[in-house]
């Protein structure tokens, strides 16, 4: 469902629910600016709107249709879209008075980010678990990326909080279709837990041969 109307100011909040009943509601009534007896023409009021979606729904460029007073539009939500960007839909604003040009619909981006991804312009940041025996041996392991996976190679002697950079695996670019920003992964070396007799006699061994 929708959050609310427009109050004095021309606000509203929508989510993912039906358009019809919040744009009717919005624009149900609603007056211009000016005087109707005077004859001049004023133009419709400006009306915003705050459009909540989650970050995955940005990821790419996609369509959604509002309903407008029984009227469809096909709103195009570019990739990269960023939290609090703001996207005017000229002439479905208020309507005009004594003939004027309706106003303007404001509509701001909520952008939630409940992904394990941080999000600082248009590139990503992680953090990967890596056992201590690839760090130490190097190997090769798959990481999760915001749209898939990936392979990567671990150098031996790995150390912990190294950072590696995926280039292109971060986020899309707004408006430049095909260019994404880059992911950046931190290494976290995970201690072994619960160890056995027979592996704390290796470990003790290893700290023989490289006293402190």
């Known amino acids: ?33 000016g005087r109707t007896g005077s004859g001049t023409k004023f133009r419709g009021q400006d009306l915003n709107a705050t459009l909540n979606l989650n970050l995955k729904d940005v990821y790419e460029t996609h369509k959604r249709t509002l309903t407008i007073n029984g009227k469809n539009i096909r709103l195009t939500i570019p990739a990269g879209v960023k939290n609090g960007q703001v996207i005017k839909i000229k002439g ?17 981006f909520t952008i939630e980010n409940n992904t394990k991804f941080k999000l600082d312009g248009d590139n990503l940041y992680t953090k990967v678990d890596l056992d201590l025996y690839k760090a130490i041996l190097g190997g090769e392991i798959t990481v999760d990326t915001f749209d898939g996976k990936a392979k990567l190679k671990i150098a031996p ?14 986020f899309p670019v707004y408006k430049k279709e095909g260019e ?28 023989k041969l490289r006293p402190s």
Do not use: C, W
């Open 1 to 33: 469902g929708f959050g609310g109307g427009f109050g004095s100011g021309g606000g509203g909040d929508f989510g993912g629910g039906d358009y019809s009943d919040f744009f009717e509601s919005m624009f149900g009534g609603r007056s211009a600016r």
């Open 92 to 108: 479905h604003g208020g309507e005009g008075v004594n003939g004027g040009p309706k106003g303007d619909l404001n509509i701001t």
């Open 180 to 207: 994404f920003g880059d992911l950046y992964i931190t290494y976290h070396i995970k201690m072994p837990k619960n160890l056995t007799e027979k592996e704390k006699q290796l470990f003790t061994e290893l700290a």
């Open 157 to 170: 002697e790995t150390q912990n909080g190294t950072k590696v950079k995926l280039k292109g695996k971060g």
